[in-house]
């Protein structure tokens, strides 16, 4: 039975990461000491559910975490630093810090140390997440003890729905550009003039033009669609941004 261990304290340990092509210590005092920080803890970086959905959520709500309090947010795993950084790059992580557990001294400490010798894993993380103010555990969230990989609780939603279930959510947006277009980036800039994150997808890069056509009746770039409706291209996009002046990330 994995515990819930609100109202205790972190485990001290020191993680042993890479920045800047340099060995660096990251204590647990450094990252928890005098903040509110999040922690959700994953079996695996570059694992199916890891990478599209638990950590790619968070990134996406950490602009909304900032406004409600939330210093920090650290995705753990029991992986090398060399592992999480090449993890980090592929997913874009910007906002959300990945902290690599190699010897698992954290997780066996907060007593989520599990079996994966199953899928030649060895030990690695339950999937949990947890609220942490000045190294106390405030809220768990601990997936459900059932075979697989559940992922239930632990999501970012959920984290957010605790810490206030008033929050307003971004705007989802895809903006699909091709390299030298002068109008892709000047759409680009309106939404980064507005701090309104967004996925880019590249024709030719990421994309053709007959899945371009496919998805918005169109092959002209760019082509914005925020939560899922084709706002157009960048003079649509400016004023859809006019008419909704309180829109931000």
């Not at 205790?8 to 340099?22: L, S």
């Not at 994953?42 to 959905?53: H, N, Q, R, V």
């Not at 030990?123 to 942490?132: D, E, G, N, P, T």
Request: contains cysteine; aromatic residues 8%; glycine residues 8%.
């Amino acid at each position: 039975m994995l515990k819930n261990r609100e109202g205790e304290k972190v485990p001290n340990v020191t993680f042993k990461a890479r920045e800047n092509n340099q060995w660096v210590d990251l204590t647990t005092s450094e990252l928890f000491a005098g903040k509110k920080v999040i922690v959700f803890s994953l079996p695996g970086a570059f694992t199916p559910t890891c990478s599209s959905s638990h950590l790619p959520r968070y990134e996406e709500l950490a602009g909304v975490f900032k406004k409600n309090g939330v210093d920090d947010i650290l995705c753990l795993s029991v992986n090398d630093t060399f592992v999480m950084n090449e993890w980090g790059k592929e997913q874009n992580a910007k906002h959300v810090k990945l902290i690599p557990d190699g010897n698992g001294d954290f997780t066996e400490g907060m007593g989520m140390l599990v079996d994966k010798e199953n899928l030649g894993f060895g030990k690695r993380s339950w999937r949990y997440s947890m609220l942490v103010e000045d190294g106390v555990i405030k809220k768990m969230f601990i997936e459900p003890e059932v075979e697989g990989d559940p992922y239930e609780v632990s999501d970012a939603d959920t984290m957010l729905k605790y810490i206030n279930p008033d929050a307003a959510k971004p705007k989802f947006i895809t903006m699909f550009t091709k390299v030298g277009c002068p109008y892709c980036t000047k759409a680009k800039n309106l939404l980064k003039e507005k701090g309104m994150d967004y996925e880019e997808i590249v024709l030719g890069k990421d994309i053709t033009s007959r899945s371009l056509r496919a998805a918005a009746g169109a092959t002209t770039t760019p082509q914005v669609f925020i939560d899922g409706n084709n706002i157009g291209g960048s003079e649509a996009l400016e004023e859809y941004l006019r008419n909704n002046p309180d829109l931000a990330a």
